[in-house]
């Protein structure tokens, strides 16, 4: 029986009827660009966040960069990002014009390490990027204290996160400002690209509402150095009626993970653990992540090819950290600057998730896993 990685039709097929007709409405109106369904969905994810402002954007990666350029943060700031994430945190920083200062995580949790990020701070540091990576948020008591200590601007990252709580705190309620992607297979996915960005301050929303439009404040009246970076109106329209099942779909998630998490106990003598959860159900696992260790009889490439033989399907988020990519050595790092980062990346393996995946697909992946250990073992 195969086991997909994701799979969308379990949420779409039941809204089927309701997509179309919402696709179709955007149609009827003509209003592609900055329609009502965009203001709609601002509104209700905003609120939905506990947030007071929401903008949408193209994608996530223009929302940490407009996130940043509308707080100010720009040529000659440096910026604190986790090398262990996924490339469009860097490349929004570089859209804004400051430098991504990377630091390594946490082994546990693979989450920034603040430690590591307090050791990196110069004068010219102004911001940090918190990525609240696989739907689990960094600590917001300890990124507020660090902030605090440091003088530093929080752009939360929370493209893995919506609604993620933590310390009884939501994704977005940290920082001046927090960074969403819409991407279809995020917890709450578009049918292509969109982004948004969430702030409690009026004046910020108003700066990226015009960025994302050529920096017009109105038709023809450019008063910034805008671009054209708007979350479509079909794409907001589907985000709209995806959005009240939301929550239901995170907690099937969290469910699965528990049952995951009690099911792979028994392999933890074998060298494969799970990531830790320290946010209990707060945690919405866009990803579940183990970990094939130095004591597990295959390494973790040979462990996803035989999952994959199997049927199961597997990722990797992320083979190559940050600074080991080709495109970012101007940024001078080398191997072995971010350890638990590199080893992380050599070890980790994503297995299937998604709302909707039962008992019986839990048992064969991790039947699986025994089965593949056992028989090297």
């Not at 911001?127 to 990576?133: G, R, S």
């Not at 079909?234 to 985000?239: D, E, K, M, R, T």
């Not at 183990?290 to 090819?305: H, T």
């Amino acid at each position: 029986m195969t086991v997909p990685f994701v799979d969308l039709s379990l949420q779409h097929q039941p809204l089927e009827a309701k997509i179309q007709e919402a696709l179709m409405t955007v149609v009827r109106d003509g209003d592609f660009i900055l329609g009502k369904a965009v203001t709609e969905f601002e509104r209700a994810f905003a609120a939905a966040s506990g947030v007071k402002y929401g903008v949408g954007v193209s994608s996530g990666t223009e929302a940490i960069a407009l996130g940043l350029q509308a707080n100010g943060i720009g040529v000659g700031d440096e910026v604190l990002i986790p090398t262990n994430t996924f490339i469009a945190t860097v490349i929004g920083a570089l859209r804004s014009g400051a430098k991504p200062v990377l630091v390594d995580c946490d082994p546990a949790t693979a989450l920034i390490d603040l430690e590591a990020a307090a050791k990196a701070i110069t004068p010219q540091t102004k911001a940090i990027i918190p990525v609240h990576l696989y739907g689990q948020m960094v600590s917001p008591s300890r990124l507020q204290d660090f902030a605090t200590t440091h003088n530093l601007l929080i752009l939360e990252d929370a493209a893995q996160a919506h609604l993620a709580e933590r310390e009884g705190r939501k994704a977005g309620t940290i920082g001046q400002a927090a960074a969403y992607s819409f991407y279809p297979s995020k917890n709450l996915g578009s049918l292509g690209n969109g982004g948004i960005v969430l702030t409690d301050e009026e004046a910020i929303a108003q700066k990226i509402r015009c960025y994302r439009n050529y920096g017009a404040t109105q038709k023809y009246i450019h008063e910034e150095l805008g671009t054209n970076s708007r979350l479509d109106t079909l794409q907001a329209a589907i985000l709209n009626l995806k959005l009240p099942h939301l929550e239901g779909w995170n907690r099937d998630r969290n469910r699965a993970a528990r049952s995951y998490d009690a099911a792979l106990a028994s392999l933890n003598q074998d060298g494969i653990t799970s990531l830790h959860n320290q946010s209990g159900t707060g945690h919405i696992y866009h990803l579940y992540i183990i970990r094939i260790n130095s004591s597990c009889p295959l390494n973790r490439d040979e462990m996803q090819k035989q999952l994959g033989d199997r049927g199961i399907q597997t990722g990797i988020h992320y083979p190559i950290p940050c600074h080991l990519q080709p495109a970012y050595k101007f940024l001078g790092h080398q191997k072995g600057d971010f350890p638990h980062a590199e080893k992380l990346c050599q070890e980790i393996l994503s297995l299937p998730m998604y709302p909707g995946l039962t008992e019986d697909n839990i048992a064969i992946v991790v039947a699986a896993l025994q089965d593949i250990v056992t028989f090297k073992g």
